[in-house]
């Protein structure tokens, strides 16, 4: 017998991590995980550790230089990063 309420798991599966609270943190994940792409690897080597608080991505930068220019860029990155992951996830970025 064919049941009429079919859905396909890429339909559900969205539905099941909002539902249980992970859709921010794997968009969360996403965006640290893209950082790289975005940035370019000899960029990214200058880096350390990143996370997210309050709708900011906090990004540790070996390089005094960097960090200037970094932060010179900073809206230019959060959109796109944002851009990246498909939402918004982060309104701005710290360098620390």
Avoid: H
Avoid at 33 to 57: H, M, R
Avoid at 60 to 66: E, F, G, H, R, S
């Amino acid at each position: 017998m064919f049941r009429q309420k079919v859905k396909s798991i890429a339909e559900l599966l969205p539905e099941f991590l909002r539902n249980q609270g992970l859709e921010t943190p794997l968009r969360q994940r996403r965006l640290i995980d893209s950082w790289e792409t975005v940035v370019g690897a000899p960029i990214a080597a200058y880096c350390g550790e990143k996370f997210i608080k309050n709708q900011t991505l906090f990004v540790k930068v070996m390089n005094p230089a960097l960090r200037a220019d970094l932060t010179m860029n900073r809206s230019i990155l959060v959109r796109r990063l944002n851009e990246q992951v498909g939402s918004m996830v982060i309104a701005d970025i710290r360098f620390y």
